[in-house]
């Protein structure tokens, strides 16, 4: 019974590429979030996805930040253009149905390293 | 609006108890609690609704005051594994934009 499933878990970037992270949830899961951990600080919410639908982005940069979850695959989410502020940790986590009440099982992160 | 945690940061030495506070300006609907060590996801624990019901999971513990905002997790006769960062997670009453808005974590150092 596989977990949240994050790739790559490593990721070195140089200024002004592009990062994709990917996350597959739990088997039976349909929503997905992301969020952004920077150290000493505590989970930042970015977005809120079910399949092929955002529905909550209110956390998420306004430019060069995007995210998806298609119909078939994982999701996505994506950084153009990358800078040094970008350099930290993204969790995913997934729910079976919507966060409200349920738990949310994370998976063990992307490190994103800009240089 | 992130909920506050206290204390930031405790020593313990195994055996003995401790207490994580969170607390939000804003009324909840539930509390998630997660405990999570460095480098590795943040691991479920539980999760309180509304309600103020109180849950167990083997020795730890939690509460949650829906009049005041606030739940504390309480950890007994602690253990080595128990050292990692604790997180609250909160969500507001009635939804909102922010999903489940975590406190910045409370470290917890168990000393053999």
């Known amino acids: 019974n596989a977990g949240v499933m994050q790739n790559p878990r490593h990721l070195v970037r140089r200024r002004g590429q592009e990062a994709r992270l990917r996350c597959s949830p739990m088997?039976?899961?349909?929503?997905v979030y992301w969020y952004r951990q920077l150290p000493e600080e505590g989970l930042k919410f970015m977005v809120y996805l079910q399949k092929e639908n955002i529905i909550d982005e209110s956390g998420m940069p306004k430019e060069r930040f995007s995210a998806e979850f298609p119909k078939e695959g994982p999701s996505i989410l994506r950084i153009q253009q990358v800078v040094r502020g970008d350099s930290a940790a993204y969790f995913c986590?997934?729910?079976?149905?919507?966060?409200?009440?349920?738990?949310?099982?994370f998976g063990e992160g992307s490190w994103l390293t800009v240089v | 609006q992130q909920p506050v945690q206290s204390p930031q940061a405790v020593i313990l030495r195994e055996g003995e108890d401790a207490v994580i506070n969170c607390s939000s300006s804003?009324?909840?609907?539930?509390v998630h609690w997660y405990r999570q060590k460095h480098g590795e996801a943040p691991v479920f624990l539980m999760i309180?609704?509304?309600?103020?019901e109180q849950k167990g999971h083997e020795k730890i513990s939690a509460s949650f005051n829906e009049k005041k905002q606030q739940s504390s997790l309480y950890l007994t006769a602690s253990q080595l594994s128990y050292s990692g960062t604790y997180f609250c997670g909160t969500e507001r009453e009635g939804g909102g934009a922010d999903g489940l808005t975590f406190g910045k974590g409370t470290h917890l150092i168990i000393q053999p």
């Open positions: 804003k009324a909840l609907y539930s």
């Open positions: 088997k039976g899961h349909s929503h």
């Open positions: 986590a997934s729910s079976r149905q919507g966060y409200s009440g349920n738990t949310i099982y």
């Open positions: 309180l609704l509304k309600g103020g």
